[in-house]
């Protein structure tokens, strides 16, 4: 159970080399979960920045710290959360224990929880506040690569659960690099509106240049309505940049006690 006094949050981001706003929406929720003193230290690392995964095994010195909540805030369940984070911060498990007296608790990445579907719904709806849903396709972009297929699960399976509730003329998950590609968005819909919503943490180059791109808008340009080929095309921010992550965040170290996993020691 989190504890104000022994408790600490670790937030782990992928970052970038090039783009320095990757990390930004990581760092902003750390930030709010800092000044809301739920724990005793809050802490982020990257993969693609500093600090490193590495530096973090440095983190958390303080003797009075006896757990520390690993949260990946990252869209989806696969290589990154499976094995490049376990393996940087030496996890053997969901729980490891590290020096006989911390526990490294591996929460669940923020992409699965629960409140996903209605973030994408409230991020559509505020990207084309006037455009009636019986008439709009909703794209919900994914990167999507040959080398995991689990990289394509997350888009699917929101688009399922946002299907199901009959609201829009179509619902559709689409990628940068797989079928169905977001840049064949005029030949997967028929309806005069299109509302796209990047399933990413941050608006870094994919959400910000690649995407835009392969849509056929200027890159760089504001988000929002575009007119191209006669129809409207309403263009989101990437989801993870909605500041209430931060209560995902939360929620998903919260929600590692109630699976009462087994602990193991590191070695």
């Known amino acids: 159970m989190i504890s104000r006094s022994c408790s600490a949050l670790l937030i782990v981001g992928h970052g970038s080399t090039v783009n320095p706003d990757s990390s930004a929406p990581t760092l902003a ?23 490193s995964l590495r530096d ?8 009075g710290i006896r757990e520390v909540y690993v949260v990946p805030n990252f869209i989806s369940e696969g290589y990154f959360t499976r094995t490049v984070i376990p393996r940087e911060l030496e ?14 608790k591996y929460c669940d990445p923020v992409g699965n929880h629960e409140s996903m579907t209605e973030r994408l719904l409230q991020r559509a709806r505020e990207v084309a506040p006037g455009a009636a849903e019986a008439e709009t396709s909703l794209l919900i972009v994914g990167h999507g690569t040959e080398l995991n ?10 688009v399922e659960k946002i299907r199901a509730l009959d609201r829009y003329a ?7 690099e797989e079928p ?14 299109v509302v796209v919503v990047p399933f990413f943490i941050s608006d870094g180059l994919h959400s910000y240049e690649d995407i835009p791109a392969l849509l056929g808008i200027e890159s760089g340009s504001d988000r929002g309505r575009h007119e191209l080929h006669g129809r409207s095309l309403f263009y989101s921010t990437a989801i993870g940049t909605d500041p209430k992550f ?6 998903q170290a919260k929600a590692f006690d109630s699976r009462k996993p087994v602990l193991q020691s590191a070695s």
């Open 149 to 158: 297929d689990n990289s394509a699960v997350a888009a699917k399976e929101q």
């Open 91 to 104: 996890l053997t498990g969901a729980g490891t224990t590290r020096h006989g007296v911390q526990v490294w």
């Open 29 to 51: 929720h750390a930030a709010e979960i800092r000044r809301r003193g739920i724990f005793a230290d809050v802490a982020c690392c990257f993969w693609k920045e500093e600090p």
């Open 246 to 251: 931060a209560d995902v965040i939360i929620e």
């Open 180 to 193: 169905p590609l977001v840049s064949d968005w005029l030949k997967l819909t028929g309806t005069k509106n």
């Open 170 to 176: 179509a619902v559709l998950n689409v990628y940068m």
């Open 56 to 63: 973090a095994l440095f983190f958390f010195r303080d003797p």
